[in-house]
Structures are given as C-alpha cells and as structure tokens.
C-alpha cells in the first residue's frame, strides 16, 4: 500500500535519484579502489591484446566487446576515486606540503581518459606509476608508512600498500 502512495508521488513530483560520496563528512577515504580499478584496466588491456588475433567468431567479439566495456569502466573507477580524494580530503595543508597534488591528480586524469579511449598498455603503466604516487602522499598525509609490492594477482605489478 505505502510503495503504491510513494509511486503514485514519485509520478506527480519527479525525484531524481541522487549519490554521494563523500559530501557528508564521514572521513572515509581510500586509494585502493583506484589502485585497484588502475590493475584492472592494466588485465583488460593485457587481455585484449593476447585476444586481438584470435579468430573472429561471434564468441570472440562477445569477449572482446566485454573486455573493452570493463575497460571503459575501470577508468571511470580511477577517475571518480581520485576526483573524490582530491576534491574532499585534500585540503590546503596538504596542497601546501605537496605543491604536486593538483598535477598530479590531472595527469591521472588525463592518463585515465587515454587509457580508455586507447588500448594503450604504457599510458596503463604510466597511470598506475601516478596513481601509486598518489597513495603514498595519501597515507603520509594520514601518518601511515607505505611500502611497495607486486600484487599478488594479474598484472602482477607494484603496488603502494600501507603498513598497518
């Protein structure tokens, strides 16, 4: 009954829906998700290349549209993450202590959408360097060591992690 009387308003008063993150001060932000999304991106990219000579069958395309929309995706990931650490975490302490971080944050930007548009493995690589950087000024500014080491799954590439 109470769902039929909000679709009926929802028809009358449009409500758009809406997300957030994080424009409540929760204070929990991350790099590991664009850490993560970058690795990603860097096995789409490894994938599509092992496939591109393959043969062309309606089962190959399949693949090769899938690897491609993930890649899309996992870009976006990078970019939203990163946007959200920089535009509400940092703030001028931070741009003060590391004078790089809008660069930084633009070139990662820039490497992201090259890594979409382009199945560019170096710009992956290129993009993974920036955003690791990005994470070991991240967990400095919050007082946390870092280290770095090969993830332990495809692409096996380095990675900052923070010691806990």
Same mark, same amino acid.
């Given at each position: 009954?109470? =769902?039929?009387?909000?679709?009926?308003? +929802?028809n009358i008063i449009p409500v758009e829906e809406t997300q957030a993150?994080?424009?409540i001060p929760c204070k929990i932000y991350d790099p590991a998700p664009a850490q993560l999304a970058t690795l990603s991106l860097i096995r789409m990219v490894d994938l599509i290349e092992e496939f591109q000579d393959k043969e062309k069958t309606i089962g190959w395309h399949n693949k090769? =549209?899938?690897f491609i929309s993930e890649? +899309?995706?996992q870009g976006f990931i990078v970019k939203e993450e990163i946007r959200i650490i920089w535009g509400d975490f940092?703030?001028?302490?931070?741009?003060e202590k590391y004078p790089e971080l809008h660069e930084l944050s633009h070139s990662i930007m820039m490497l992201a959408s090259k890594?979409?548009?382009?199945?560019?493995?170096?710009a992956s690589l290129d993009l993974l360097a920036k955003v690791n950087r990005f994470a070991e000024i991240f967990w400095d500014l919050k007082g946390i060591k870092t280290k770095k080491a090969v993830c332990p799954y495809p692409p096996a590439q380095e990675v900052v992690y923070p010691v806990l």
């Open positions: 009954m109470l =769902n039929k009387i909000i679709n009926s308003l +929802e993150h994080c424009d090769m =549209n899938r890649k +899309e995706r940092f703030k001028a302490p931070q741009f890594s979409k548009q382009e199945v560019d493995k170096q």
